[in-house]
């Protein structure tokens, strides 16, 4: 079943669960983009092919908000906004440890291996390294671990993962980047919670959330309030 967060003629966004891809891969699974594109072509009793055009990504084992665009013009506008980090991004995640920080904000050097799909935090010298930036806010703590706000400034392929994992800060359930911890199946506890963007005819901010996962709470993680 979708879940449709936001709608109208130009954009759709809905509610990612883990597990599913955004978009299609090798592996032949079966997409969010197929199942927006059946719900637009239901609802509207459209002919033939839906266009959505896909402006962003989430990794296969993290939840939450995903943008689709309803026509060219919306992706194009919406894409300029991805690349030049204008749109903003919202996440939260359950962390290993406790004792962290109130706030602050990590800088790291990232190299993607693209045979292994894996990033890594480098030298700023390596050759093809990215610089990736962002900014934290410790939510909440309990005996199973802490809750981060996550801003990032940048967006870099596994940025997040990485950049916590980098300083023992492991997202639960995040085997790829050291977690030993179970969190949820096929997820790992890592949610994309609001994404903010420039709406592509009217030119004003659209700010779109996605409430956290029920299981959340049953690993001892409540959502917090929007001015927290």
């Not at 990504?57 to 030049?84: H, I, M, N, W």
């Not at 997820?187 to 700010?207: Q, S």
Request: include cysteine; charge should be positive.
């Amino acid at each position: 079943m979708l879940t449709v967060l936001y709608e109208d003629n130009h954009c759709l966004a809905v509610a990612k669960p883990a597990g599913w891809l955004t978009m299609g891969d090798a592996t032949g699974d079966a997409t969010l983009l197929d199942a927006a594109k059946d719900y637009i072509k239901t609802k509207y009793a459209k002919p033939g092919d839906v266009f959505l055009g896909v402006v962003h990504r989430l990794d296969r084992p993290v939840s939450g908000v995903v943008l689709y665009a309803r026509t060219s013009k919306a992706a194009s506008r919406f894409s300029e906004q991805f690349r030049t980090h204008r749109a903003e991004k919202v996440y939260l995640a359950a962390v290993t440890g406790t004792g962290l920080p109130t706030e602050g904000e990590l800088h790291d050097w990232l190299l993607k291996d693209e045979k292994t799909n894996r990033s890594r935090s480098v030298k700023p010298n390596a050759a093809g390294a990215l610089e990736c930036r962002l900014a934290f806010r410790r939510l909440q703590q309990t005996d199973r671990g802490t809750l981060l706000e996550i801003r990032p400034q940048t967006g870099r392929s596994h940025q997040i993962r990485v950049q916590l994992a980098t300083r023992g800060w492991s997202i639960l359930g995040d085997t790829k980047y050291g977690s030993g911890v179970e969190f949820l199946p096929q997820a790992i506890g890592l949610h994309a919670w609001k994404l903010t963007v420039e709406h592509p005819t009217r030119k004003e901010p659209l700010m779109i959330g996605c409430p956290l996962p029920p299981g959340w709470l049953t690993r001892g993680f409540r959502e917090p309030r929007s001015d927290a």
